[in-house]
């Protein structure tokens, strides 16, 4: 299906959601049955075009039988949401920031540390490798969910509205919003801003009215969220590369045929395959216009000493979770071969 509902405009429990998402679409013996699935991007965001060829793909195999529903744009309220609405079967997929699941399951915390991959190229590969992945994806298997693919979110770097940020130094005292994540608000402290955590939908009135003086992310929120408007500084410390993940409702999964669950699989590549590549345009297209219609000023400055100053989190995560070291080891593995080859 292609319509979008704004089922309701403002962010509302789980409980009243779930009594209204509950049935199927058709009349009588005809019905399907409807896959709802919620993310907090624009339709025009690499996500959105993403889940669309998904739902093309799903609806052409298995039509008879399932009609997906995408919710862009936070219609299903925020992030946090949307995952409690996938623990309960409200929703039977959203798309959520891995930084987001760290606060449902503690081995997500692991990607979300900042400076983890080494380049680009290096973190698309560990994410692309199942040692890797597989026993952080299973892990909130309990939890009422499961993680069936990765999404690229790119880099995520600080802007400000007024400050360019070019050592750790320039960020104290600036009010910095940061993802609802203990990971992140420990960053931001280390590198000396004031961390203020919100959701995404929040963040462009904070900035517009002065409540925060700077965010972190990558060159999309500048144009796709409008960002850019307001905030007139963006700086390439490079900190973080974390992942979007696509979390799918365990009873939805386990319900599913064997058949029906390798289509469903496929689908899955496919979200990946389609966001990666619709990403390096979407990029491309965001920084131009950042710069050439929003005046946003671009900043390369040397990310070591930003990466010196949280280097003590990685010490501090694999103390905190010992059984993450042989995943951490791993990427450090994919880290060196680019590194390597780069040289
Ligand atoms: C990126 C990411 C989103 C996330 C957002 C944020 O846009 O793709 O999943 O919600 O950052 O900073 O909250």
Redesign the pocket.
């Known amino acids: 299906m292609k319509r979008y509902r704004r089922i309701f405009p403002v962010i509302i429990s789980a409980g009243i959601l779930a009594a209204a998402l509950s049935g199927c679409s058709g009349n009588g013996g005809d019905s399907k049955q409807i896959v709802r699935i919620g993310h ?2 624009a339709t025009d965001h690499p996500t959105n075009i993403a889940l669309l060829e998904f739902e093309k793909y799903i609806e052409g195999e298995l039509g008879d039988k399932y009609d997906i529903e995408i919710y862009p744009s936070e219609l299903l309220g925020s ?1 946090t949401d949307m995952v409690q609405l996938t623990q309960t079967g409200a929703v039977d997929f959203c ?3 891995n930084s987001i699941l760290e606060t449902f399951s503690e081995n997500y915390t692991l990607f979300n540390l900042p400076y983890l991959f080494s380049s680009a190229d290096a973190y698309h590969e560990a994410m692309d490798d199942p040692e890797i992945v597989d026993p952080i994806f299973e892990s909130t298997k309990q939890a009422g969910f499961e993680a069936v693919t990765w999404i690229d ?1 790119g880099t995520r770097n600080f802007y400000t509205v007024s400050v360019p940020v070019e050592t750790p130094q320039d960020l104290k005292g600036l009010k910095i919003r940061v ?1 609802q994540s203990p990971t992140n608000v420990r960053m931001m402290d280390l590198l000396g801003g004031s961390a203020t955590p919100m959701g ?1 939908g929040e963040v462009y009135t904070a900035l517009q009215s002065k409540v925060i003086d700077g965010a972190e ?2 060159e ?2 500048l144009t796709s969220n409008g960002h850019g408007d307001v905030c007139k500084y963006y700086s390439y410390d490079m900190h973080q590369m974390i992942p ?1 993940i696509l979390i799918g409702n365990c009873a939805f999964m386990d319900a599913l045929s064997e058949d029906e669950r390798e289509i469903f699989e496929e689908g899955f590549k496919l979200i990946n395959s389609v966001e990666r590549e619709e990403w390096v345009k979407a990029v491309e297209v965001a920084k131009d216009k950042a710069e050439n219609q929003q005046g946003v000023h671009f900043l390369y400055p040397d990310t070591k000493p930003f990466q010196e100053t949280c280097k003590s989190m990685h010490t501090e995560m694999l103390e905190s979770y010992p059984d993450l070291k042989p995943i951490y080891d791993r990427i450090q593995m994919h880290n060196e071969q680019h590194q390597t080859e780069e040289e």
């Open positions: 907090n991007q992030q798309v959520a920031s979110a993802q995404f992310n990558n999309m929120a979007d």
